[in-house]
């Protein structure tokens, strides 16, 4: 960690402008750092990143070989599990040297008999998408959709050139290879056929990216001519398209954080009238999978951690859903998926994801089955399964040791059969490695799980280095998932660790509503408990712990290097949420008003605000010392503007009192590049390199062991 001289930081001039709310005056001297398109701005960014470089030359030689290690874990050459639909097998496979995968079918003779992907290529391949081809020269691509019509005649793709996430469409004739319309511009997310394959249905973003339009195009005419079908005027309120397993009816689904509204349309009547579920009313959530003539429902409306209930599919009220089964203690319902003789139902138990099945009967619904799994930390869910009448079920299935595995449950006996397992090259021996559970003791004696994975022959001695990583927001769970790139760190002896804290939903949805409003310290105070039980039970050295987080878990990680920064020797802030209070107080900015139901609405509630304002990491920093600090953002990132880390960082530099050359304090900005980071699996590889060199040399774990 040692250099032998240290580069002048930028220091970003300061400009002073005036907030003032609830007799609240507030002198914010680095906003002006807000405008992506000012050449100054623009200027700072590029001096940011060649500081960042050079304080990390020296890293160099361990980021070509991290990235060497990943790659030479990964087979680059592979194949999807082919997925029957209609008279074709569908799948994806990568090419050695290639960014991006390649979308492709080909013939289904028999579909019992899946094809032989072995030698890495089926016979009669017909090409899709080659998304290496698509991206062209761009820096940056990304798709928004790629769906095939009914008859599988055509394909409609979306495309992102720059990671706005604002999409292009594409419509092909799949038979000849003609594009038959590519006049549409600036969607959202998803597109979705009518059943004979004459119109597309698709979304638009309103200035605040957030998708308020669902329009109908005939295929081949003038997009002048495309019918508003619904605007959503409610602010909170998002909008997403899709369609039944059968295709038979197309889902138009609303929601906020809090409330939905679901509307249906007979796909064969693409120029019909929608009918709505049930009327939205404030608190009812609920999902809706139609099948044939009736439809599944998962919903709150009598508990809040959710129930399954069916109904009529032309039913137009919550009072005609019939139960099927209620959630007990310690589950949470969160999903449904229908099939000719069998429903699945997706759902949270003991912190933990999990698959049942309900046997569909002439007389009402059999005993449920749930998928059991003999690793007591894993995940589990529902692979791509598009047809109705499917005799067994895709189930993917992976832990932090044990590598994404395609099953397949023959639903008749119960019969399973591994289709692939993600192919780790190398000689990879999942019994070199250990998972367990822990529990640490957060405010007012909540006990929160807290996963821990580590090469076998660490033991809790207080010697290792440490990495925790946490998210906790948005009800979103940080389930256990097996990386690759992971493996570099736990080959260098580093504990990896992470916290499933409040505001996530690993324990269901009081879990989710402890942890956001006014309750949105307890997320950080969790996280601080994680950390100490990491340090009080030995699995990492005072002084070798990093913490990491991305987004929402940006937010948590500057909170916690505020409250606690003596816990921690480097934290990384991925695109981080940390001038959460600046922007919360600007519904112009893209997602503010749909982000009141999670955090508050500080423009209105004073109580709101002070929360906020005593948590937002921008607002909080002090004259102390810190961790060493390193902020990535990309420039055209439309959930977390560039310009909150720019902020925190210019802050950071202006007031702790680091040691600059052994805790440095540094901005690294993709210029292009949207809230994901760079796209391309290779050059995602190099960003993960480069950001884990940082951390690895700030744990002083830079060697295999």
Known sequence: MSQTSQPAPPVAPIREQIREHHGDRVVDPYEWLRDGEDPE????????????????????????????????????????????????????????????????????????????????????????????LAAGDSEFFALGALTVSHDHRLMAHATDHTGDERFALTITDLGTGAVLDDAIRDIGYGVEFSRAGTHVFYTRLDDAWRPHQLWRHRIGS?????????QEDDERFWMGIGSSRDERWLVHSLGSKTTSEVRLLDSASPE??????????????????????????????????SDLAWAPVTSRSSEDWRPVLASPPGERFLGV?????????????????????????DNGFGAPVDLAFDEPIHSVGLGDNPEP????????????????????????????????????????????????????????????????????????????????TAYGAYEVSS????????????????????????????????????GKLLA???????????????????????????????????????????????????????VPFV????????????????????????????????????????????????????????????????????????????TVTNDPLTRPILLRTEMAAGHGGRSGRYAAWEQIAWEWAFVLDQLDATSLS
């Open 222 to 230: 003038d997009p002048a001519e495309d019918v508003l079908v619904h």
């Open 272 to 305: 019909g009238q929608w009918h709505v579920v049930s009327p939205r009313q404030e608190g009812l959530e609920y999902d809706v999978e139609p099948a044939g003539d009736r439809m599944f429902i998962v919903h709150n409306r009598d508990n809040v951690e």
């Open 479 to 514: 389930d256990p998932y097996f990386s690759v790139a992971r493996l570099s760190l736990l080959d260098r002896g580093v504990v990896f660790a992470v916290a499933h804290v409040r505001g996530g939903g690993e324990m269901g949805r009081h879990w989710y509503d402890d």
């Open 337 to 361: 998926d229908a099939f000719d003789d069998w429903v699945v139902l997706s759902l949270r138990t003991a912190g933990q994801t999990a698959l049942r099945l309900i046997p569909l009967q």
């Open 41 to 132: 701005v623009i200027a700072h960014l590029e001096a940011e990143n060649a500081y960042a470089e050079a304080m990390t030359a020296h890293l160099a030689p361990l980021r070509a070989r991290l990235f060497a290690e990943i790659k030479a874990r990964v087979q680059e050459s592979d194949l999807s599990v082919p997925v029957a639909s209609g008279p074709w097998w569908y799948y994806t496979r990568t090419i050695e040297g290639q960014q991006y995968a390649v979308h492709a079918r080909s013939p289904l003779t028999d579909r019992a008999s899946r094809p032989d992907v072995s030698g890495g290529v089926i016979a009669d391949e017909q090409v899709l998408l080659d998304g290496n």
């Open 579 to 654: 001038d959460a209070l600046t922007t919360i107080l600007r519904p112009d900015l893209p997602l503010t008003v749909g982000e009141w139901e999670e955090w508050g609405n500080p423009l209105e509630d004073p109580e709101v605000y002070a929360c906020m304002k005593g948590y937002t990491p921008y607002e909080n920093v002090a004259a102390r010392d810190y961790p060493a600090i390193l902020a990535t953002t990309s420039l055209h990132d439309t959930r977390v503007f560039f310009t909150e880390p720019a902020k925190w960082v210019a802050r950071l530099r202006a």
């Open 389 to 468: 009448d499917q005799g067994s079920l895709l189930v993917s299935y992976e832990s932090y040791v044990t590598p994404r595995t395609v099953l397949e449950v023959d639903l008749a006996t119960g019969a399973r059969t591994v289709l692939k397992q993600q192919p780790v090259l190398g000689g990879y021996d999942p019994g070199d490695y250990r998972q367990v559970r822990a529990w640490a003791r957060s405010t007012g004696g909540v006990q929160v799980p807290v996963s821990i994975v580590h090469r076998a022959d660490i033991v809790p001695d207080g010697s290792a280095p440490g990495l925790l």
């Open 520 to 574: 949105k310290p307890h997320t950080f105070e969790d996280t601080i408990a994680a950390a100490r039980l990491l340090h009080d039970e030995g699995w990492v050295a005072p002084d070798r712990l990093g913490l990491e987080g991305g987004s929402a878990g940006g937010l948590l990680v500057g909170a916690v290097a505020n409250l606690a920064p003596e816990l921690f020797r480097v934290v990384h802030g991925a």
